[in-house]
């Protein structure tokens, strides 16, 4: 399948800014004083990405509409986009795992197999990860005192 990569990034940041412009008003409620509220910034942010994303999707169409080569097409390689999907599950696993068996032994896990699925063969990358995993976990726990899952 080829696709015009500009377009497609367009559409898909248009998509997203209205999305998350529509789902403002349901997570941040309006306070009854006037002006700048906790709304306002993200009113205002998102507005702009709104407004950049849909020029951006109308400068990439005139350019297509005038060119005539596939230049910015872009191949889907559907064995790379399975790879991603991979990391997706390690992920939704990571996080799900959170609460039952906790941040050290999640993260520890995670940080292996995460290495793993990239094929990192120095076992020092290995150690480091699972060192820094504890070091985080110290540095909330005893500096900052902030309980980890």
Do not use: C
């Not at 999707?57 to 297509?64: F, M, P």
């Not at 197999?113 to 820094?132: E, F, P, R, S, T």
Request: glycine share 4%; proline share 3%.
């Amino acid at each position: 399948m080829v696709i015009n990569k500009d377009i497609a990034s367009g559409i898909f940041f248009v998509l997203l800014s209205a999305g998350l412009l529509s789902l403002v008003p349901l997570q941040i409620e309006r306070e009854a004083t006037q002006g700048l509220t906790a709304r306002s910034l993200p009113l205002f942010v998102l507005t702009l990405m709104l407004i950049f994303s849909l020029l951006f999707l109308i400068k990439s169409i005139i350019q297509q509409l005038h060119k005539k080569s596939n230049d910015a097409a872009l191949t889907i390689e559907w064995l790379k986009e399975l790879k991603v999907l991979g990391l997706f599950v390690l992920i939704v696993l990571y996080v799900s795992s959170l609460p039952f068996i906790g941040y050290l032994i999640a993260s520890s896990i995670m940080s292996v197999l995460l290495l793993m699925y990239l094929k990192v063969k120095k076992k020092l990358y290995y150690a480091a990860a699972i060192g820094l995993v504890f070091i985080i976990y110290f540095a909330f726990t005893m500096l900052l005192n902030i309980q980890l899952p």
